[in-house]
């Protein structure tokens, strides 16, 4: 495999040293081959909310698994699964099933551009999309960690229409609009984002980004594949109170099963084919072992939300981190909504990818391989954020503190 890995954010690329290789997973705990275990901050990039092998989505999955893995013909589960998320997330009237979240934006940007009719979309730096060819630009996280902003093979003619621009910055986009408001597509955002380190957005660029794209007849397109039912059981926009036209959802969406969706308004989703001519199509779409995990998931999350308890977590270590690098005398920024966060080694507040860039990555680094040998796996890069479970308590959230008072005193 290309590096090792089949994903560059595993390659520990951005704190240096070879990765581990996972053996387990239990609750809030990841087992290596050579036998550590740690206490566990990635939850696969953000999917874990539930914890590693929770028994309720396990037995789901075996379950499904008997009556078979796949039919490409529809099935009540798909018809559950979309159910679930027109309940739980304000935006989304009607929905369709894909396999990744690179695969929601894709097909987002697409419809957004077959129902409007226009070709260029807004982006901004430091915000990740996946890597679909057109939104591989200034993309944040493994790209920015691995020094690729822009990938080889992307075509100029493919990115010539996306405008990248920075983020909350409401008079940048007001002034993209007035030049070329007629032409814009759709904006898609991350409405916190994860994918340059945790970064809040500010009310006004929210308001301003809704604002403009209504005006000017554009899509606003909330990328939740992260933030979707992880930092509130609606997403970002119900936190927010900002509803978007199109959503995509991801990461926990699936349970950890590779499942993703866009939905929105009904008017625009009825351009999709069948029902319109907008082409989107997948084998493998609805799976039912990925249904199975995904209303498994999604019905504990709506059952017995979990939020109020990872907020509590959040804050727990937010507060434990800051003190220890203040005691330290280390330069910090911690950014956080509920149970997504990020400790920046920056003196400033991290609002936009050109503040997050001028962060020690070096230092960063360092403090990885401190907490990694004390048993906390933390994020392999700066500008990737941490996600907490519900399977973690307070034990491991002091246990953690504690880990990173060591750490933040050698280096
Ligand atoms: C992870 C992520 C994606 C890509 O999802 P994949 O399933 O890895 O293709 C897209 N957008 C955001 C905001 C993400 O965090």
């Given at each position: 495999?290309?590096?090792?890995?089949?994903?560059?954010?595993?390659?520990?690329?951005?704190?240096?040293?070879?990765p581990v290789?996972?053996q387990?997973?239990?609750?809030?705990w990841?087992?290596?081959?050579?036998?550590?275990?740690?206490i566990?901050?990635?939850g696969?990039?953000?999917?874990?909310i539930?914890?590693?092998?929770?028994?309720?989505?396990?037995?789901?999955?075996?379950?499904?698994?008997?009556?078979?893995?796949?039919?490409?013909?529809?099935?009540?589960?798909?018809?559950?699964?979309?159910?679930?998320?027109?309940?739980?997330?304000?935006?989304?009237?009607?929905?369709?099933?894909?396999?990744?979240?690179?695969?929601a934006?894709?097909?987002?940007?697409?419809?957004a551009?077959?129902?409007?009719?226009?070709?260029?979309?807004?982006?901004?730096a430091?915000?990740?999309?996946?890597?679909?060819?057109?939104?591989?630009?200034?993309?944040?996280?493994?790209?920015?960690?691995?020094?690729?902003?822009n990938?080889?093979?992307?075509?100029?003619?493919?990115?010539?229409?996306t405008?990248?621009l920075?983020?909350?910055?409401?008079?940048?986009?007001?002034?993209?609009?007035?030049?070329?408001?007629?032409?814009?597509?759709a904006?898609?955002?991350?409405?916190?984002?994860?994918?340059?380190?945790?970064v809040?957005?500010?009310?006004?660029?929210?308001?301003a980004?809704?604002?403009?794209?209504?005006?000017?007849?554009?899509?606003?397109?909330?990328?939740?594949?992260?933030?979707?039912?992880r930092?509130?059981?609606?997403?970002?926009?119900?936190?927010?109170g900002?509803?978007?036209?199109?959503?995509?959802?991801?990461?926990?969406?699936?349970g950890?099963?590779?499942?993703?969706?866009?939905?929105?308004?009904?008017d625009?989703?009825?351009?999709?084919l069948?029902?319109?001519?907008v082409?989107?199509?997948?084998?493998?779409s609805?799976?039912?072992?990925?249904?199975?995990?995904?209303i498994?998931?999604?019905?504990?999350?709506?059952d017995d939300p979990?939020?109020?308890?990872?907020?509590?977590?959040?804050a727990?270590?937010?507060?434990?981190l800051?003190r220890?690098?203040e005691?330290?005398?280390?330069?910090?920024?911690?950014a956080r909504?509920?149970?997504?966060?990020?400790?920046?080694?920056?003196?400033?507040?991290?609002?936009?990818?050109?503040?997050a860039?001028?962060?020690?990555?070096?230092?960063?680094?360092?403090?990885?391989?401190?907490?990694l040998?004390?048993?906390?796996?933390?994020?392999?890069?700066?500008?990737?954020a941490?996600?907490?479970?519900?399977?973690?308590?307070?034990?491991e959230?002091?246990?953690?503190?504690?880990?990173a008072?060591?750490?933040?005193?050698?280096?």
């Amino acid at each position: 495999m290309p590096g090792g890995v089949n994903s560059p954010a595993r390659a520990f690329g951005g704190v240096g040293g070879k990765p581990v290789v996972i053996q387990r997973g239990a609750g809030a705990w990841l087992y290596d081959i050579d036998g550590n275990r740690y206490i566990d901050y990635i939850g696969s990039w953000g999917p874990m909310i539930l914890g590693h092998a929770h028994p309720v989505v396990t037995e789901a999955i075996e379950c499904a698994a008997r009556l078979g893995t796949s039919f490409g013909a529809p099935t009540v589960a798909e018809n559950e699964m979309a159910e679930l998320i027109i309940d739980l997330v304000p935006s989304v009237e009607k929905v369709r099933l894909v396999n990744s979240g690179t695969e929601a934006t894709m097909s987002a940007i697409r419809l957004a551009r077959g129902f409007t009719g226009r070709d260029r979309i807004v982006k901004f730096a430091g915000n990740y999309h996946g890597h679909v060819d057109s939104l591989l630009v200034a993309a944040g996280s493994s790209a920015a960690t691995l020094s690729v902003p822009n990938s080889p093979g992307v075509t100029a003619g493919t990115s010539q229409d996306t405008l990248i621009l920075r983020y909350n910055d409401p008079d940048g986009l007001r002034e993209a609009f007035d030049q070329h408001g007629q032409s814009i597509a759709a904006i898609i955002l991350e409405p916190v984002v994860g994918n340059m380190g945790c970064v809040l957005p500010t009310a006004e660029f929210l308001a301003a980004a809704r604002q403009l794209t209504q005006r000017h007849g554009s899509l606003l397109i909330f990328d939740e594949v992260m933030t979707g039912f992880r930092v509130a059981l609606g997403g970002a926009q119900s936190l927010f109170g900002v509803t978007p036209d199109l959503t995509t959802l991801g990461k926990i969406v699936g349970g950890g099963l590779p499942i993703a969706a866009y939905g929105g308004r009904a008017d625009v989703m009825d351009h999709v084919l069948p029902a319109g001519r907008v082409f989107q199509a997948g084998t493998l779409s609805g799976n039912p072992l990925a249904t199975a995990a995904g209303i498994a998931t999604l019905r504990l999350l709506r059952d017995d939300p979990p939020y109020a308890r990872l907020e509590r977590l959040g804050a727990r270590l937010e507060l434990g981190l800051h003190r220890a690098a203040e005691q330290a005398g280390i330069p910090h920024h911690v950014a956080r909504t509920g149970s997504m966060m990020t400790f920046f080694f920056n003196s400033c507040p991290v609002t936009d990818w050109d503040v997050a860039s001028r962060s020690d990555t070096a230092r960063y680094g360092r403090y990885f391989w401190h907490l990694l040998d004390q048993g906390v796996y933390m994020p392999c890069s700066q500008y990737e954020a941490l996600f907490i479970s519900a399977a973690h308590g307070d034990a491991e959230i002091d246990q953690t503190i504690q880990a990173a008072q060591a750490a933040f005193a050698s280096c």
